[in-house]
C-alpha cells in the first residue's frame, strides 16, 4: 500500500464507513493517519464531553455529518436532574466559526435551543438532515427556522423529543418552493398542526418516503394525505378515531389499497379499538411494526393485524398481546429478528400480561431473532435456559421483570443460572439488561462467558463488591456500565483505575459508594472526569471529617482528553 | 402432659407475633425500595432483616422504575378519558373514569353533568323508573348496559359511553 498514491488509498478508504474501522485504520501509521482524517466524512462522538468542537475541527476539517451523544442513558428514566448538561450550544458555534460544509446532525440526550437552532439554520448552506433523539429545550420557534432557511433540507426526522409546541405554524414556513422532502417525523409534537400546510407540503415533496405524524392529526386529514403521497415506505399515523365518519374511512381505504410501498407501520397513538382491520391488505408487505404506544387497542385486534404480517422483522407491542398473542407472532413471523414487548400495567398490578411462557414460544417460533426488550411480571430460570437453548445468536438480551428483586416464580431460587445460560449460549452477546432476584453468581458468568459485551445494566441486583469486580475483570469489551441500587462499593470502584480508560462510561447510583473512594478515583486518574450527582444534600457533603464516609447518590465517571467541563451545574461536583 | 396436649391444640401459630401480611405463613418478600440505610447487605442476615424492616406496602413507587421512558408512561394514563354522549344533546363531553370508584359515583356525575336522573337498576330488568338507560361500548365493540358486570372491569374495557333515549333502547 505504500507505492500507491494518496489518492487511490483515499479512494480505498471511501469503501470503508464504519467509524470503528476507520479508528482502526488511522492508527496504522502516520501516513494513512494523515489521509483518514482529511476525508472522514461522518464524525460519531459517543460521549460529548469527551472531547471539545475545537479538537474535533482540528482533526478532522473535511466532515460531514457529526452525531452527538449527551447524557447517561439513565436520563431516559429521570435518574439525571435537569439541567446536568449535553448542550450543544457550543457545538454548533464553533462549526459555524469554522468552514466545515455540515450536512448533517444527529444528537441524542442533549439540551437544543432555539437560537441554537437559527444559527444552525443559518450557518450551512447544504445542511440536509436533522435528527433530534431525546433532546430537550427547544421549541416550534426553532423549527420553524429549520423549515424556513434550510433550502436542501432532506430530513427532519424528531424522535421523543420534548418539545415546546407553541401551537405555531413551523409547517408553513417551508417555502413553497420547497420540494425536497424526505423524512418528516414530527409524532411527538403535542399540539395542533396547520393541516392545510402540511396537506400542501406533503403534496409537493414527491421524494417523501417517510411520514410520521403527531396525534392532532385526525382520520380524515389522513385519508387525504395518504392519497397524495402513495409512494410512502415508513408511515407514523397520528390519532385514529374513527368515528361515524364513513366517508373518510372509505377514503382511507381506497389509499391505503394504493400502499404499495408501505413497509414500516406506527403511530396510533389516539387510536379507536376496531379500525386497524383498514391496514390488512399491506400487512403482507410490511417489515416494521410498531404499536408501542397503541395503548388503546385491545390485543384481540392486534393478534387480527399481526396474523397478516409474515414478512415482519421489527416488532414494537405492549403486553397486552399476551402469551397467545405472542405465540402468534412466533407461528406468523419467521422473520422476526427485533421484539420489544413494553408493559401496559406499570405498578405490578397483577394481571399477568405476559410471562416467560410468550419469551420461551418466540425463541422458539424465531429463528432470526437477535434482539429482544421484554417487560414481565415474572420468569422462571427453565425459561430462560429454553431461550438461551433455541436462540444462540442474540445481540442485545434487555429482560426486565417489574418487581425488584423477584425470584423464579416456581423454585423461588435467584435467577443467575437463567441469565448465565443466556451469556453461555449467546457467544456474540453485545448488550445485557439484567433483572429480577440475582446474587454475585450471575457477575461471576457474566464475566467469564459475556466476552462480547459492551454495554451492561444491572438494578438491584448482587451481593458484594466481588459482583461488580467479575465484570470489570472478565469484560475485556465493556464500554458502557451502568448500575443503580446495587451493593457495589469503594473496593470494586478502585480495583483497576485503568479499566475506565477502556470504557466510555460508568454510572453509578444508589450504590454503596462513598465521597472518600471517588476522591481516590479522580486523583488516581486525572484522566477521568468524576462527577457527583447531588441534589439534596449539598451542604453536608463538606462537613469535615464525615465527608469521607459519605455515600454518594449518584457517580458518572467517563474518560476525557479535555479535562473538566465547565458548564456543569451548581449540584454537579466534579472531583 | 394434658397441659401439653391443650397448648398444642390451641395452635400457637395464630397468636405468634410476626410482621408479614395475614395469611401468609412463608417468610414475606421484601420486594422493593432499597432504604438509604443500606444496613441489610453488610449483615446480609435474612433474620435480622425481618426484624428490622417490615415487608414495604406492595406498590411503592421507586424513581426511574420501571426504566420506562416518561412519553410511554403518560401515554398510559390517557386511556382513561372517555367520551360521554347523549341522546339529544348537541356536544359530547369527556369523563376520566379513574376519578370514580364505583357505578353510584359515575352516574351521580353523569346526572349532574347532563341534567336527568337515571333510575334504579336491577339485574333482571335493567334501569327503571327514567327514560334514559346508561350504556357502552367495549373493547371488542360491543354496545353494553352499564352495571352489569363489576366496576373494575367496566372501568377498564369502557372505550365510550353513551346515554341512549328509552324509546331507542328495546333491548335494555
Known amino acids: 500500500m505504500n507505492y500507491f498514491p494518496d489518492e487511490v488509498i483515499e479512494h480505498v478508504f471511501d469503501f470503508v464507513t464504519s467509524h470503528k474501522d476507520r479508528n482502526s485504520i488511522s492508527l496504522v501509521c502516520k501516513s494513512w493517519f494523515k489521509i483518514e482524517r482529511y476525508s472522514r466524512q461522518n464524525v460519531f462522538i459517543g460521549n460529548c464531553y469527551s472531547i471539545s468542537p475545537e479538537r474535533l475541527l482540528r482533526r478532522f476539517p473535511c466532515f460531514k455529518s457529526l452525531t452527538l451523544k449527551g447524557k447517561p442513558h439513565f436520563a431516559d428514566f429521570n435518574l439525571v436532574p435537569h439541567g446536568w448538561g449535553g448542550f450543544v450550544q457550543p457545538w454548533i458555534e464553533a462549526l459555524a466559526r469554522s468552514r466545515v460544509g455540515l450536512e448533517e446532525l444527529r444528537l441524542k440526550r442533549m439540551v437544543v435551543t432555539d437560537e441554537g437552532l437559527e444559527l444552525l439554520s443559518r450557518s450551512f448552506v447544504n445542511f440536509k438532515s436533522l435528527v433530534l433523539v431525546s433532546c430537550e429545550g427547544f421549541s416550534t420557534d426553532g423549527l420553524a427556522s429549520i423549515a424556513s432557511n434550510c433550502r436542501h433540507l432532506r430530513d427532519l426526522d424528531l424522535q421523543e423529543n420534548e418539545i415546546d409546541d407553541h401551537r405555531g405554524q413551523w409547517l408553513s414556513c417551508f417555502p413553497e418552493t420547497y420540494t425536497s422532502l424526505v423524512t418528516l417525523n414530527f409524532a411527538c409534537l403535542e399540539g395542533e398542526t396547520n393541516l392545510v400546510a402540511l396537506e400542501r407540503l406533503v403534496a409537493r415533496s414527491p421524494n417523501l418516503r417517510s411520514l410520521k405524524l403527531n396525534r392532532a392529526v385526525p382520520l380524515d386529514a389522513l385519508a387525504r394525505l395518504m392519497a397524495c403521497a402513495p409512494q410512502i415506505v415508513d408511515l407514523g399515523v397520528g390519532s385514529y378515531e374513527d368515528e361515524q365518519d364513513s366517508e373518510s374511512c372509505l377514503k382511507l381505504q381506497a389509499a391505503i389499497r394504493k400502499y404499495t410501498s408501505l413497509r414500516s407501520l406506527s403511530g396510533f397513538l389516539e387510536a379507536a379499538p376496531h379500525c386497524l382491520s383498514?391496514?390488512?391488505?399491506?400487512?403482507?408487505?410490511?417489515?416494521?411494526?410498531?404499536?408501542?404506544?397503541?395503548?388503546?387497542?385491545?390485543?384481540?385486534?392486534?393478534?387480527?393485524?399481526?396474523?397478516?404480517?409474515?414478512?415482519?422483522?421489527?416488532?414494537?407491542?405492549?403486553?397486552?398481546?399476551?402469551?397467545?398473542?405472542?405465540?402468534?407472532?412466533?407461528?406468523?413471523?419467521?422473520?422476526?429478528?427485533?421484539?420489544?414487548?413494553?408493559?401496559?400495567d406499570l405498578h405490578g398490578g397483577g394481571n399477568t400480561a405476559v410471562t416467560e411462557d410468550g419469551l420461551v414460544a418466540i425463541s422458539a417460533g424465531c429463528p432470526k431473532l437477535h434482539s429482544i426488550l421484554y417487560f414481565c411480571q415474572q420468569m422462571t430460570n427453565a425459561a430462560?435456559?429454553?431461550?438461551?437453548?433455541?436462540?444462540?445468536?442474540?445481540?442485545?438480551?434487555?429482560?426486565?421483570?417489574?418487581?425488584?428483586?423477584?425470584?423464579?416464580?416456581?423454585?423461588?431460587?435467584?435467577l443467575d443460572e437463567g441469565f448465565g445460560a443466556i451469556v453461555q449460549a449467546c457467544k456474540n452477546l453485545k448488550r445485557l439488561s439484567v433483572s429480577g432476584l440475582l446474587t454475585d453468581q450471575v457477575f461471576l458468568y457474566i464475566g467469564m462467558f459475556a466476552t462480547q459485551l459492551e454495554m451492561l445494566s444491572i438494578a438491584f441486583a448482587g451481593d458484594t463488591d466481588k459482583g461488580m469486580l467479575y465484570v470489570l475483570n472478565g469484560c475485556k469489551k465493556m464500554r458502557k456500565l451502568e448500575i443503580r441500587d446495587s451493593p457495589f462499593g469503594d473496593a470494586a470502584l478502585l480495583a483497576d483505575v485503568n479499566k475506565y480508560e477502556t470504557m466510555r462510561s460508568l454510572w453509578m447510583s444508589s450504590c454503596e459508594v462513598t465521597l472518600g473512594g471517588c476522591k481516590r478515583l479522580a486523583r488516581k486518574a486525572p484522566w477521568l472526569n468524576v462527577e457527583i450527582i447531588n441534589e439534596n444534600d449539598n451542604n453536608r457533603m463538606e462537613e469535615n471529617g464525615y465527608e469521607g464516609r459519605q455515600k454518594v447518590d449518584k457517580l458518572y465517571l467517563y474518560r476525557t482528553v479535555v479535562g473538566t467541563r465547565v458548564d456543569a451545574p451548581p449540584f454537579v461536583w466534579i472531583l | 402432659m394434658a397441659y401439653e396436649e391443650v397448648i398444642n391444640e390451641l395452635n400457637l401459630k395464630d397468636t405468634e407475633l410476626r410482621l408479614g401480611l395475614p395469611g401468609t405463613d412463608e417468610q414475606a418478600e421484601v420486594s422493593c425500595v432499597k432504604s438509604n440505610k443500606r444496613q441489610f447487605h453488610q449483615s446480609n442476615d435474612e433474620h435480622n432483616l425481618?426484624?428490622?424492616?417490615?415487608?414495604?406496602?406492595?406498590?411503592?413507587?421507586?424513581?426511574?422504575?420501571?426504566?420506562?421512558?416518561?412519553?410511554?408512561?403518560?401515554?398510559?394514563?390517557?386511556?382513561?378519558?372517555?367520551?360521554?354522549?347523549?341522546?339529544?344533546?348537541?356536544?359530547?363531553?369527556?369523563?376520566?373514569?379513574?376519578?370514580?370508584?364505583?357505578?353510584?359515583?359515575?352516574?351521580?356525575?353523569?346526572?349532574?353533568?347532563?341534567?336527568?336522573?337515571?333510575?334504579?337498576?336491577?339485574?333482571?330488568?335493567?334501569?327503571?323508573?327514567?327514560?334514559?338507560?346508561?350504556?357502552?361500548?367495549?373493547?371488542?365493540?360491543?354496545?353494553?348496559?352499564?352495571?352489569?358486570?363489576?366496576?373494575?372491569?367496566?372501568?377498564?374495557?369502557?372505550?365510550?359511553?353513551?346515554?341512549?333515549?328509552?324509546?331507542?333502547?328495546?333491548?335494555?
Open chain 1, 384 to 414: 430462560l435456559i429454553t431461550v438461551a437453548r433455541n436462540c444462540p445468536n442474540f445481540i442485545r438480551f434487555r429482560l426486565c421483570i417489574l418487581e425488584p428483586h423477584k425470584p423464579d416464580h416456581v423454585t423461588s431460587q435467584p
Open chain 2, 50 to 172: 425481618k426484624e428490622e424492616y417490615p415487608p414495604p406496602p406492595a406498590k411503592t413507587q421507586i424513581v426511574g422504575w420501571p426504566p420506562v421512558r416518561s412519553n410511554r408512561k403518560n401515554n398510559n394514563k390517557s386511556v382513561s378519558y372517555v367520551k360521554v354522549s347523549m341522546d339529544g344533546a348537541p356536544y359530547l363531553r369527556k369523563i376520566d373514569l379513574k376519578m370514580y370508584k364505583n357505578y353510584h359515583e359515575l352516574l351521580k356525575a353523569l346526572e349532574n353533568m347532563f341534567k336527568f336522573t337515571i333510575g334504579e337498576y336491577s339485574e333482571r330488568e335493567g334501569y327503571k323508573g327514567s327514560g334514559f338507560v346508561p350504556t357502552y361500548e367495549d373493547k371488542d365493540g360491543d354496545w353494553m348496559l352499564v352495571g352489569d358486570v363489576p366496576w373494575d372491569m367496566f372501568s377498564s374495557s369502557c372505550q365510550k359511553l353513551r346515554i341512549m333515549k328509552r324509546s331507542e333502547a328495546p333491548a335494555f
Open chain 1, 278 to 344: 383498514a391496514f390488512h391488505p399491506v400487512c403482507h408487505n410490511l417489515t416494521s411494526l410498531n404499536l408501542s404506544y397503541a395503548a388503546e387497542i385491545h390485543g384481540s385486534h392486534l393478534i387480527k393485524l399481526i396474523e397478516h404480517c409474515k414478512k415482519l422483522q421489527r416488532l414494537w407491542i405492549l403486553d397486552s398481546i399476551g402469551d397467545k398473542g405472542l405465540e402468534v407472532v412466533a407461528s406468523t413471523c419467521k422473520e422476526l429478528q427485533e421484539l420489544r414487548v413494553f408493559p401496559t
